[in-house]
């Protein structure tokens, strides 16, 4: 029976150098996976930061523009004596003739903004849209459709994310919130705080005295991961 005849195998050269190459591939290997974590990583890590920059700078320009829409109205101006009918004087003065008509300026893009919320210990000021959907709160905060508008008898709802009310753990009783509505300013000075889960609805209760409340996510710095839910509770001064 013939057999097959086995070869002298590799010198130790060329074993040493498969070995190295061995070691080579695993270390790019190892080497390649740890870079994938770490790019993974700082994706987690910058992506949440990005969204609460951008919902910050849209909140920036809501407001800018609320402010510009509710700028104070220009003054009036006085309308011109009649004159009187009957024959005039001679040499009598001709009547200017009517002014030319200007071009009008391209009317502003509505907003979805009903008031502004400012704090002034903190140095708060925001636009306020109407509703409290996810869309609404991305960019501000937000009035909640079922309460009552500033100034009106009954509670005045007000939400928003906890990225952009961390400040407002310096709050405390006594502190004013002043509601700007386009038809005059409020002002509420905070009676109390309270932490809730997020099912429960009766810090939202409707009363007859004109009573603020704004809800958050608690506790502020945890973003998304706040298992809990702070009120804070203001009557109009």
Not at 28 to 39: M, W
Not at 138 to 163: E, F, R, W
Not at 189 to 206: A, C, M
Request: charged share 10%.
């Amino acid at each position: 029976m013939n057999r097959l005849l086995k070869g002298p195998g590799p010198t130790p050269v060329l074993s040493a150098l498969l070995g190295v190459g061995s070691r080579l591939r695993s270390r790019l290997s190892l080497r390649t996976i740890a870079l994938a974590l770490i790019a993974m990583g700082a994706l987690t890590c910058l992506v949440p930061i990005a969204v609460v920059g951008y919902g910050m700078w849209q909140e920036s320009q809501l407001t800018q523009r609320w402010a510009k829409q509710t700028a104070a109205a220009p003054a009036t101006v006085d309308k011109p004596e009649a004159v009187p009918t009957g024959i005039q004087p001679p040499f009598a003065t001709p009547a200017p003739a009517p002014p030319t008509p200007t071009p009008q300026q391209a009317t502003p893009r509505p907003i979805n903004a009903v008031f502004a919320l400012r704090v002034p210990k903190i140095g708060y000021y925001a636009a306020v849209q109407e509703g409290v959907s996810n869309s609404v709160l991305a960019s501000g905060p937000g009035h909640y459709p079922t309460t009552s508008m500033p100034g009106k008898p009954g509670l005045v709802g007000v939400a928003a994310h906890n990225t952009f009310w961390i400040p407002f753990g310096q709050l405390g009783s006594g502190d004013s919130i002043i509601l700007e509505a386009r038809y005059g300013k409020f002002t509420y000075k905070i009676t109390g705080t309270k932490i809730v889960n997020p099912d429960d609805l009766s810090v939202l209760t409707s009363s007859s005295d004109p009573r603020l409340v704004l809800t958050t996510c608690w506790p502020l710095w945890a973003g998304n991961l706040a298992p809990q839910r702070l009120a804070i509770f203001a009557q109009q001064a």
